[in-house]
């Protein structure tokens, strides 16, 4: 198949919330065509009149990639269609086997368009909000290698934040993150987990970006990767994440 033709594979799947094989299978893709194959798949979102609100990376943390047994720093693009309401019900069915993973959001003062270092961030990046990212990988069981989850848009699907709150960059490597389930505590971490410093995680997406010619634009958001594994989304679930000092944020799952 060619990248067009895997992005529209892909897209179909996301769409349809119907699994399908890994590409890796029967395809020979290097991380490369996976970033074009992800940007293609953007494309057929952005025809359908999705617009993009910002970046997440991925794996930046131990638990992540010991979960998924992938062990590199991937990113993706988030956009307006995977906005979750705080507090509306989400229906199951809109997907195909989603995760729950707790998070910690930053929102862009001015728009990136270079790398930037750690003792730049407070430039660049003024506010901050617990968050809640809900992957859903299009592949069978969950299961894809590192170029099969990069072309997949690195599993991205939903997002929710609480009210932003300005950014403190004193102690935020050391700030309790939690995910919670019907008000019990199913995964408990904290932001050093991410990169040591969950900021360390923009520095990279700065890089990253400058590196595939993207401007991260004023009023994104981005998402620094989950601190602990993620959880199966069940019906009727009640879906929480408390961040320290931060905030809480939350949403209810359809029975
Ligand atoms: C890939 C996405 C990883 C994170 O926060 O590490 C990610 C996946 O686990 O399916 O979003
Ligand atoms: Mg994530």
Not at 107 to 120: R, S
Request: charged share 25%; glycine share 6%; proline share 4%.
């Amino acid at each position: 198949m060619t990248p067009q033709e895997i992005a529209n594979f892909l897209d179909d799947a996301a769409y349809t919330a119907q699994p399908v094989e890994q590409i890796s299978l029967k395809n020979n893709i290097t991380l490369e065509d996976a970033y074009k194959i992800q940007r293609l798949s953007i494309e057929a979102r952005k025809k359908r009149g999705e617009k993009v609100t910002g970046y997440k990376m991925g794996f930046t943390s131990y638990a992540k990639m010991e979960q998924m047994g992938v062990h590199d720093l991937i990113w993706g693009i988030l956009t307006d269609q995977m906005q979750i309401i705080p507090k509306e019900e989400v229906n199951l069915n809109q997907w195909i086997h989603p995760r729950a993973e707790p998070e910690i959001a930053f929102h862009v003062k001015k728009a990136i368009n270079k790398p930037i270092t750690l003792d730049e961030i407070p430039e660049y990046i003024d506010k901050m909000a617990a968050a809640i990212e809900v992957i859903d990988s299009r592949y069978k069981n969950f299961k894809f290698t590192l170029e099969d989850v990069v072309a997949d848009n690195c599993s991205s699907t939903g997002y929710v934040r609480s009210d932003w709150k300005e950014l403190k960059v004193e102690g935020i490597d050391n700030l309790k993150i939690d995910l919670w389930i019907d008000g019990k505590k199913v995964e408990s971490g904290n932001t050093a987990a991410i990169l040591k410093n969950p900021l360390q995680s923009v520095v990279e997406l700065s890089r990253l970006a400058n590196e595939a010619g993207v401007v991260v634009e004023e009023g994104h958001i981005i998402m620094a990767g989950a601190a602990t594994a993620a959880v199966y989304l069940n019906p009727g679930n009640n879906v929480a994440s408390t961040l320290e000092g931060v905030g809480e944020i939350g949403f209810k799952v359809a029975k």
